[in-house]
Structures are given as structure tokens and as C-alpha cells.
């Protein structure tokens, strides 16, 4: 006891205190200890409201890039079904044999990265959706049109449309 009152005495300047005695001593550290408790405290509330404004952040991110995607996707969408609806051809052999070389080049390089980007729409809107319900937040819902479901039946008129495509593809080869 006499070793922390000396160090009390030397570390924590109360040399101008009429008697260092037990009870001066132990209100010090007492201060001293109220004060680092509370500065931790507030060095703790203030580390949980920064994770809590990353995740907001990052859910945010999230937000903004599944609309992005799913903006891109559907405007692809739109583009090639006019084009897989289009079903006239200058009624020669060359003509459809170019109709099918477009065809097996959509179906090759084109569409494989939009079925990946399809992939990555659904596994992030689920993603976020289990992040925000973990935080107790509100579920997301996307902008009129961009629900994961419009871009599913999106999805399905576009198979549908290659289907009926191929389809007339083959009739006309056989033709």
C-alpha cells in the first residue's frame, strides 16, 4: 500500500495535497479511474456506430449496384428480343446460314455473361436481403420493374423468344 502511495504521490502530482494519506490517494485513482472508464466508453459507443455506418454503407452500395445491374440486364433484354423476334430472311440458304451464325455467336459469347450477371442479381438481392434483416432494417424493394421477379419473366420471354427463334431457324434450313 505504501508503493502505490508513493507512486500515487510521484505519477499523479499530488505533492501539494496538505497530507497524502490513504483516503486523498484512493479518491485519485478513483477520479483517474471514472475518467479512462468513461472515455472508454465513449471510444466503444463510438466504434459501434462506426460498424453500424459501414454496413449502412455497404448496404447501401449493394443497393445502388444490384439497380445497376438489373437496369443493364433488362435494357440487354429489350435489345435482343426484337431481334430473336424478327424472323424474316431473304429466303436463300446463305441468308439463313448467317441468320444461324448470329444466332450460335449470341448464344456463345452474348448470352453466357448476362446468365452470369442474372446469377449475381439474384445472389445479391438475397445477400442484402439477409444483411438487412440481421440489422433489423426494413427489406429491400428496387424500383418499380427491377424486382428480382420482372427480371425472371423478363428472362423466360427472352428464352422463349430463342426458342420460337431456333425453331424457324430450323424450318427454314430444312426448307
Known amino acids: 500500500m505504501i508503493s502505490c502511495m508513493i507512486l ?4 499523479l502530482e499530488i505533492n501539494n495535497s496538505i497530507k497524502s494519506d490513504e483516503k486523498v490517494v484512493m479518491t485519485y485513482v478513483s477520479s483517474y479511474y ?18 453500424v455506418l459501414t454496413i449502412n454503407q455497404e448496404n447501401e452500395q449493394m443497393m445502388e449496384e444490384y439497380e445497376r445491374l438489373a437496369s443493364d440486364l433488362l435494357e440487354w433484354i429489350k435489345q435482343k428480343r426484337p431481334w430473336l423476334e424478327n424472323r424474316a430472311t431473304d429466303n436463300t440458304l446463305d441468308g439463313t446460314q448467317a441468320k444461324l451464325g448470329e444466332f450460335r455467336d449470341y448464344c456463345r459469347s452474348q448470352k453466357p455473361p448476362k446468365l452470369s450477371q442474372k446469377a449475381k442479381l439474384e445472389t445479391d438481392f438475397n445477400t442484402l436481403q ?3 434483416r440481421l ?19 423478363a428472362w423466360k420471354g427472352l428464352e422463349l423468344a430463342e426458342k420460337g427463334f431456333e425453331d424457324w431457324l430450323l424450318k427454314e434450313l430444312r426448307r
Open 130 to 132: 439477409t444483411r438487412l
Open 34 to 51: 471514472h475518467a479512462f472508464s468513461t472515455t472508454q466508453k465513449a471510444e466503444q459507443a463510438a466504434s459501434r456506430i462506426c460498424k
Open 135 to 153: 440489422s433489423n432494417r426494413p427489406a429491400f424493394t428496387p424500383n418499380e420493374g427491377k424486382l428480382l421477379a420482372d427480371i425472371v419473366d
Open 8 to 11: 500515487c504521490v510521484v505519477y
